[in-house]
């Protein structure tokens, strides 16, 4: 049964990320390194979600639809989820004290999605760059 | 020998054929680093005002004329810039009065200060390759970012008193919240924590070495990781953005933790810093200013969190981001805020950052295209030439017209 979940979702660096970044941002292969959500297993389980499928994560800072992968180590409740443009829209942008943003981690809903993979086209015009 | 500039490792073991720009055949290249290499060809900046393409000078004129006419400038960035860029930078900015920043403000200023001043002790890479005999990665997967990091250095090379590497003479730890690629390799060192939970595991790891029974699930595996850390001859903490953040960035548990590691073995920090050369940034301005970011010279010279890029692009007037992308790793709200200031970007490739810029100047990739001078993030200088000749200007000579023309 397809639903919704709340999730801690922490970011990473990878190294395929960081390979298809050089090859260019705007390039689909840094999009498909980039706009991925590793979730648990049990958890994609319950949310009706198989690897490959799209999901949408959402929260008060925005939203984006990207690729569902499924973990063979459990990690139930949290999800990974490489540092890029997509995962920054979900970022508060609040200024902790000391100055610190927080970046690595942040709460979100997790659901099925039937839409298309949020393009950095997209995520360019969200932000501003013309 | 060729260099590389991928990352903050600097690995000047390379050796590369071109076929005009393009990598024909390269050698010791990590997969990032022959990436690095290949981004020569891909998504090239030209020199540009509000989308329409002009001359070099004309883009310097521009981005000269936007700075000089704001009243509170702030250039940031330089994590992916030479020394000499680095340094002409600082100079721009107390010739601005502007605040100067770069992106350690939210990452891992702190540790570096901290190191800077002597308050932390540190260690080389080539100290670690030669004597380390415990390597712990904390909230860190150098696997992922610095490839060669655990073959170069922290794990698997045999050393002056490390004949025999990794098989007998070395121990992998990695404290993380995930199974990462270094966590791997490290296997049965693995200590997994739950987001946010690097204090706890720093203070269990405390009572521990201070002979109590720590607060833990599994007791027994934390007093046998005290026990090995008791007797490491030369241990080395490297640090990753997971023990920054965690914990909104108090790292008070994790500094009490090193000062008592030192008083039974020697332990030494090196962050592992993601562009090429942010330890270069953070020594420059810290030689200046005693600060290695968010430093205003706005009035004699000021530091604090008020001058750090999240929270100056709130009264900020103009920007110039120089070898960085800032558009593309700022949560959404301030990505939007940079967007809407006239700013200067000065790169060697197009991304979100420069597609925001009101003047954007294209220069040369350091160590690939143009010489310099880079400190790697154990602190170490590494000079380098260029690998192929290009007819961009070098990121030193842009500051520097920039600079003459304000």
Same mark, same amino acid.
């Given at each position: ?130 | 020998? +060729? ?46 005002? !509000? ?15 936007? #700075? ?6 702030? #250039? ?6 030479? #020394? ?15 605040? /100067? ?37 904390? $909230? ?52 997994? /924590?739950?987001?946010? $939970? ?8 405390? +009572? ?65 810093? $993601? ?11 810290? !030689? ?20 750090? /890029? ?21 949560? +959404? ?27 954007? /100047? ?45």
């Amino acid at each position: 049964m397809a639903g919704k979940k709340e999730v801690t979702v922490v970011t990473y660096r990878g190294i395929f990320q960081e390979v298809e970044e050089a090859r260019g941002m705007y390039s689909d292969g840094y999009r498909d390194q980039s706009a991925i959500l590793d979730l648990d297993g049990g958890d994609a389980k319950a949310l009706g979600v198989e690897a490959g499928k799209p999901v949408l994560l959402e929260n008060d800072s925005g939203k984006v639809v990207v690729v569902a992968k499924v973990s063979e180590d459990p990690h139930p409740g949290v999800a990974f989820m490489p540092a890029s443009p997509w995962s920054a829209q979900l970022l508060s942008g609040e200024v902790r004290e000391g100055g610190l943003l927080e970046l690595k981690r942040f709460r979100a809903d997790v659901s099925p999605a039937e839409g298309a993979v949020t393009s950095i086209e997209e995520i360019r015009e969200r932000i501003g760059a013309p | 020998m +060729a260099f590389c500039t991928g990352c903050s490792l600097l690995c000047d073991d390379i050796e590369v054929d071109f076929e005009g720009a393009k990598v024909k055949k390269t050698l010791n290249l990590c997969r990032k680093g022959r990436a690095h290499y290949d981004s020569l060809v891909v998504d090239r900046l030209a020199p540009a005002v !509000d989308g329409s393409e002009v001359g070099i000078d004309e883009a310097a004129s521009k981005a000269a004329e936007l #700075l000089g006419g704001a009243e509170k400038p702030l #250039l940031f960035g330089w994590g992916n810039s030479t #020394l000499a860029a680095q340094g002409a930078g600082v100079r721009l900015a107390k010739k601005l009065g502007s605040v /100067i920043d770069d992106p350690s403000s939210y990452s891992q200023g702190l540790i570096t200060e901290k190191i800077l001043k002597g308050e932390l002790p540190s260690c080389t890479f080539d100290d670690v390759r030669n004597f380390a005999d415990v390597s712990i990665f904390w $909230g860190d997967d150098p696997s992922s970012s610095h490839p060669r990091h655990l073959s170069r250095f922290s794990y698997f090379p045999r050393g002056e008193k490390r004949q025999r590497g990794y098989e007998e003479d070395r121990e992998a730890i990695v404290v993380d919240v995930r199974k990462s690629p270094t966590a791997q390799i490290a296997a049965d060192g693995f200590f997994k /924590i739950p987001p946010g $939970g690097d204090a706890e595991f720093a203070e269990a790891l405390m +009572a521990t070495l201070g002979g109590k029974i720590p607060k833990v699930e599994d007791k027994k595996r934390m007093l046998n990781l005290g026990t090995k850390l008791r007797k490491a001859k030369f241990g080395v903490i490297f640090t990753g953005l997971g023990l920054a953040h965690s914990r909104g960035g108090d790292l008070g548990p994790f500094f009490t933790l090193v000062a008592k590691l030192n008083e039974l073995a020697r332990f030494s920090v090196i962050p592992t810093l $993601g562009d090429y050369n942010t330890r270069g940034f953070n020594q420059t301005l810290f !030689d200046e200013t005693g600060s290695v970011n968010s430093v205003s010279f706005g009035g004699g010279v000021e530091h604090g969190p008020e001058f750090g /890029i999240a929270k100056y692009l709130d009264i900020c007037d103009a920007v110039m981001v120089v070898g960085s992308d800032p558009a593309a790793v700022l949560p +959404a709200p301030l990505a939007k805020k940079l967007s809407e200031i006239p700013m200067v970007a000065v790169a060697s490739q197009r991304t979100l950052t420069t597609d925001a810029a009101k003047v954007t /100047i294209p220069i040369g990739v350091a160590g690939l295209e143009a010489e310099g001078s880079a400190l790697r993030s154990d602190g170490v200088k590494v000079d380098f030439d260029a690998a192929v000749e290009s007819g961009y200007l070098s990121d030193v000579e842009v500051i520097e017209r920039i600079t003459e023309a304000v």
